[in-house]
């Protein structure tokens, strides 16, 4: 079982944990855990484009995990989650009929989720004021799982692989 699955049992596991009145830091904790479940599935999803998925190319999808940095993927996944991507960024790449590059659906809904959940995130860490709710923390969840299943099982087009790597270069293709 790879370490994202693990973590969204964990998150399953924490909001469902208190039968009456759930805690606050078990909803807390399972919303930051369902967030680092979908950064590790979108970092191992990237890896596997990149290097492969078999056993013996794991320890270099291991090394390579390394170097994804939160914020640039969220730099990349809300522009990719607002089906646009600026100009130089998409300069020589294929286009439709109206002169568009198009961001396939499963693209932007992953894109979307990674940034809202980041932001949920946050305000699970850092925001004691922030009152969270199990039925909204389950949503969440199974609204993670959804989008994940959809992306995993999406064909591997040039557009998702363009999608991955740019969650690791984003930085470097958007700043120039």
Same mark, same amino acid.
């Given at each position: 079982?790879?370490?994202?699955?693990?973590?969204?049992?964990? %998150?399953? %596991?924490?909001?469902?944990?208190?039968?009456? @009145?759930?805690?606050?830091?078990?909803?807390?904790?399972?919303?930051?855990?369902?967030?680092?479940?979908? /950064? =590790? /599935?979108?970092?191992?999803?990237?890896?596997?484009?990149?290097?492969?998925?078999?056993?013996?190319?794991?320890?270099?999808? =291991?090394?390579? #995990? !390394?170097? /994804?940095? &939160?914020?640039?993927? $969220?730099? %990349?996944?809300?522009?990719? #989650?607002? #089906?646009?991507?600026?100009?130089?960024?998409?300069?020589?790449?294929?286009?439709? $009929?109206?002169?568009? *590059?198009?961001?396939?659906?499963?693209?932007? @809904?992953?894109? +979307?989720?990674?940034?809202?959940?980041?932001?949920? !995130? &946050?305000?699970?860490? *850092?925001?004691? +004021?922030?009152?969270?709710?199990? +039925?909204?923390?389950?949503?969440?969840?199974?609204?993670?799982? &959804? &989008?994940?299943?959809?992306?995993?099982?999406? $064909?591997?087009?040039?557009?998702?692989?363009? /999608?991955?790597?740019?969650?690791?270069?984003?930085?470097?293709?958007?700043? !120039?």
């Amino acid at each position: 079982m790879d370490l994202y699955e693990d973590l969204i049992e964990q %998150a399953e %596991a924490l909001a469902t944990k208190d039968r009456r @009145k759930p805690k606050q830091a078990n909803l807390r904790r399972a919303v930051s855990s369902m967030y680092y479940a979908l /950064f =590790h /599935f979108l970092v191992d999803q990237t890896c596997q484009i990149m290097l492969g998925s078999s056993n013996s190319q794991t320890p270099y999808r =291991h090394v390579l #995990g !390394r170097a /994804f940095v &939160h914020t640039v993927m $969220k730099q %990349a996944c809300t522009s990719f #989650g607002g #089906g646009t991507l600026k100009d130089s960024v998409i300069k020589g790449l294929p286009r439709n $009929k109206s002169g568009n *590059y198009v961001i396939p659906p499963e693209i932007q @809904k992953i894109a +979307s989720l990674f940034t809202e959940i980041q932001d949920w !995130r &946050h305000l699970a860490d *850092y925001d004691l +004021s922030e009152k969270f709710i199990r +039925s909204d923390v389950l949503t969440l969840i199974e609204q993670s799982k &959804h &989008h994940m299943s959809q992306f995993s099982s999406s $064909k591997n087009s040039d557009e998702k692989r363009f /999608f991955l790597v740019c969650l690791l270069a984003w930085k470097e293709i958007s700043g !120039r």
